[in-house]
């Protein structure tokens, strides 16, 4: 049966966080294989990799889809026949593309879902209806389309509409920037964004009365729609997309437990509760982020969406410290340990569903029950049992 609310689509930057997102809930990922796509500083997965996670996924309901979205040139073309029939052949769910020349091998050489990536600038319902002509089943409409817009899009073209729900944003039309190709010398538009937009410049037009020294006026703040997210179901959006493949394994989990715990109490209650988007929206904040902003979600994005101000990390930034690998005879619980923690700290871990649990650690002991003051990365170590616990929660802390 079809769910009342969209399908939530998260970001698997590897394997490792493609099993995060679906073990936390996503209905879907989406990934690069290790050419083609635009992040090609992402870890992006192996072919055996794609075997993998493909069935990995699968097993859990979840669909796969593979970003093929660079702007290919014809030596890249003459390498892509090969990779899009083995994507064919382990049946992933639909390829993300933005370049015509992709289109139109994909369409001849195999069966292939096709979506077209925001890449290519959908802004408009006739734009959509001949993307549809061409063969392409889902439209990701272009970061500048409000929800009311893409609503009318999916109506009218009679096309499925994704859309960016949370992330980092460019400050071009995606798709069209090219400054990194310029300060940096590295192709935007074939994975090589060096996030130029995000330095600090200095603006002198005195002509048109601007003049701004070391500024940083090409930063976007992040995307979140969480408070928006009955607008985005009550357009009928079919996918709700998270942003941030080269993102940390927390970031995976908090996105996708968020997101989908949202999206499953509006199917089962049928509305939201303040105190519940504010208990998701404190969850949200407890990863790395600039300061959030709506963008052209609902009105047009302006001048409060620029970050204007050098990265750096939130006073509420959390770590992710490791992850549950077993349980002791109700005793103890087994952490692989993935940043040092100390005897005493609080960890909290986080369930694939339901609160969060905190764990104050009166001891912390190796497998053989040596006691000890503080952990290693890399090792197994045992904590005080935590009720509610399971293999591959992903245990966090507080920075200190
Ligand atoms: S430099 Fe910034 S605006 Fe340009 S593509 Fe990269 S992230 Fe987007």
């Known amino acids: 049966m079809k769910r009342k609310v969209p399908e939530l689509l998260a970001p698997a930057g590897s394997l490792d966080k493609l099993k995060v997102a679906v073990d936390y809930g996503a209905n879907a990922v989406y990934l690069g294989g290790l050419k083609f796509g635009l992040r090609s500083a992402a870890e992006n997965f192996t072919k055996q990799e794609l075997r993998e996670g493909v069935d990995y996924a699968h097993a859990k309901?979840?669909?796969v889809y593979v970003v093929l979205n660079g702007f290919l040139h014809d030596k890249d073309l003459d390498e892509l026949g090969e990779f899009i029939q083995f994507l064919d052949q382990i049946?992933?769910?639909?390829?993300?593309?933005?370049?015509?020349?992709?289109?139109?091998?994909?369409?001849?050489?195999?069966?292939?879902?096709?979506?077209?990536?925001?890449?290519?600038?959908?802004?408009?319902?006739?734009s959509a209806r001949l993307w549809k002509k061409m063969g392409v089943t889902r439209v990701v409409v272009g970061r500048e389309v409000?929800?009311?817009?893409?609503?009318?899009?999916?109506?009218?073209?009679?096309?499925?509409?994704e859309m960016f729900v949370h992330g980092s944003m460019c400050m071009a039309y995606s798709g069209n920037c090219v400054i990194s190709?310029?300060?940096?010398?590295?192709?935007?538009?074939?994975?090589?964004?060096?996030?130029?937009?995000?330095?600090?410049?200095?603006?002198?037009?005195?002509?048109?009365g601007l003049a701004a020294k070391h500024n940083y006026f090409m930063s976007?703040?992040?995307?979140?729609?969480?408070?928006?997210?009955?607008?985005?179901i009550a357009a009928g959006i079919d996918s709700?997309?998270?942003?941030?493949?080269?993102?940390?394994?927390?970031?995976?989990?908090?996105?996708?437990?968020?997101?989908?715990?949202?999206?499953?109490?509006?199917?089962?209650?049928?509305?939201?509760?303040?105190?519940?988007?504010?208990?998701?929206?404190?969850?949200l904040k407890k990863v790395t982020h600039r300061t959030y902003a709506q963008a052209n979600l609902i009105d047009k994005a302006n001048a409060d969406t620029i970050f204007n101000e050098r990265e750096h990390d939130t006073e509420l930034d959390y770590v992710m410290v490791g992850r549950v690998i077993g349980q002791i005879e109700d005793k103890e619980t087994v952490i692989e340990v993935r940043n040092a923690f100390n005897q005493y700290?609080?960890?909290?871990?986080?369930?694939?569903?339901?609160?969060?649990?905190?764990?104050?650690?009166?001891?912390?002991?190796?497998?053989?029950?040596?006691?000890?003051?503080?952990?290693?990365?890399?090792?197994?170590?045992?904590i005080p049992y935590v009720c509610g616990a399971e293999v591959n929660n992903i245990v966090r802390m507080r920075k200190v």
Not at 104 to 111: D, F, R
Not at 348 to 368: A, D, M, R, T, Y
Request: charged share 25%; with cysteine; glycine share 6%.
């Open 345 to 382: 700290d609080e960890v909290e871990i986080l369930p694939f569903k339901g609160s969060v649990l905190k764990q104050g650690l009166n001891h912390i002991k190796l497998l053989n029950g040596q006691e000890i003051e503080r952990s290693k990365p890399s090792t197994l170590v045992k």
């Open 61 to 63: 309901g979840a669909l």
């Open 146 to 161: 409000s929800i009311a817009e893409a609503a009318l899009i999916k109506k009218e073209a009679q096309i499925e509409v």
């Open 220 to 232: 976007s703040k992040d995307l979140s729609g969480l408070r928006v997210l009955e607008e985005f």
């Open 240 to 283: 709700i997309k998270v942003e941030g493949r080269m993102k940390s394994h927390l970031y995976a989990a908090t996105m996708a437990k968020v997101y989908s715990q949202a999206l499953d109490y509006y199917e089962e209650h049928g509305h939201f509760l303040s105190e519940k988007l504010l208990e998701w929206e404190d969850e």
């Open 91 to 126: 049946k992933i769910d639909a390829v993300i593309v933005s370049d015509l020349g992709t289109i139109a091998t994909i369409s001849e050489q195999t069966n292939l879902e096709i979506h077209l990536s925001t890449q290519a600038s959908c802004l408009n319902i006739d």
């Open 181 to 208: 190709n310029f300060t940096q010398g590295r192709d935007s538009n074939r994975g090589g964004c060096a996030h130029s937009c995000r330095f600090e410049y200095s603006l002198d037009f005195p002509k048109m």
